[in-house]
């Protein structure tokens, strides 16, 4: 089945400053990869999502890159705000029918 | 419209006790899914279900049974709880499995003692 790994397991960065996080997928028949942001005691939001035939998409300040040769995934937030600090799961759909493979996820943190 | 629905919000079992979490989804989704979320672990996936009367093993299906009796209604049952079963469980449906649409029940809080 599908795996996925995510990093950082924390990132911390200031107001203002871009944030970048990284996932990695195992199985290459994987063809659909969203990013969820989840609140505390909240169900996860999707945020943005990318199809294997598309390199990169944006929505404002927050985009998402695919380079499926090398099997790596990215989101990337700019000009980051409080409201920005979260834990964001990165997804991909594999080639069977079981839905989402999860990475483990990222604590997102906005410093003042 | 409400998506998603999960009953109990919230469960304190003792080591032994059985229950069902009930998901109810009113999108005529085909394929629904249970997770259970743990600190550092992301959401895994316990069974999912591709069609009314079908049933399939997740990634962590040991200790629950599912049944998706009618198309709109997946439950997931624990025959007899153990701590290790504390987790936040949520439910997912979605149109298909390949693409967008899927959307999340709120989430069940499972204590057992």
């Known amino acids: 089945g599908e795996n996925v790994e995510q990093h950082p397991s924390t990132l911390s960065v200031q107001e203002g400053d871009s944030a970048v996080i990284k996932c990695t997928y195992s199985?290459?028949?994987?063809?659909?990869f969203p990013w969820y942001k989840q609140e505390l005691g909240k169900r996860p939001q999707l945020i943005i999502d990318i199809r294997s035939n598309v390199g990169e998409k944006k929505d404002q300040r927050i985009a998402v890159t695919l380079n499926k040769t090398a099997k790596h995934f990215s989101l990337h937030i700019t000009e980051t705000q409080p409201e920005d600090s979260a834990v964001y799961f990165c997804a991909a759909v594999g080639g069977g029918a079981d839905g989402l493979t999860f990475g483990k996820g990222t604590h997102l943190i906005i410093q003042p | 419209n409400a998506g998603v629905t999960q009953t109990p919000k919230f469960r304190v079992l003792k080591t032994g006790q059985s229950m069902t979490l009930l998901c109810a989804q009113d999108m005529n989704h085909e394929y629904m899914y249970w997770y259970r979320q743990d600190p550092g672990m992301g959401l895994r996936l316990i069974h999912y279900?591709?069609?009314?009367?079908?049933?399939a093993k997740g990634e962590v299906p040991d200790g629950y049974n599912v049944s998706r009796l009618k198309k709109q209604n997946f439950l997931l049952g624990l025959e007899s709880a153990a701590p290790s079963q504390t987790s936040v469980y949520f439910c997912?449906?979605?149109?298909?499995?390949?693409?967008?649409?899927?959307?999340f029940g709120s989430g069940t809080r499972l204590t057992v003692v």
């Open positions: 199985d290459s028949a994987s063809n659909y």
């Open positions: 997912a449906s979605s149109p298909t499995w390949t693409e967008s649409g899927y959307t």
């Open positions: 279900s591709v069609g009314e009367g079908t049933t």
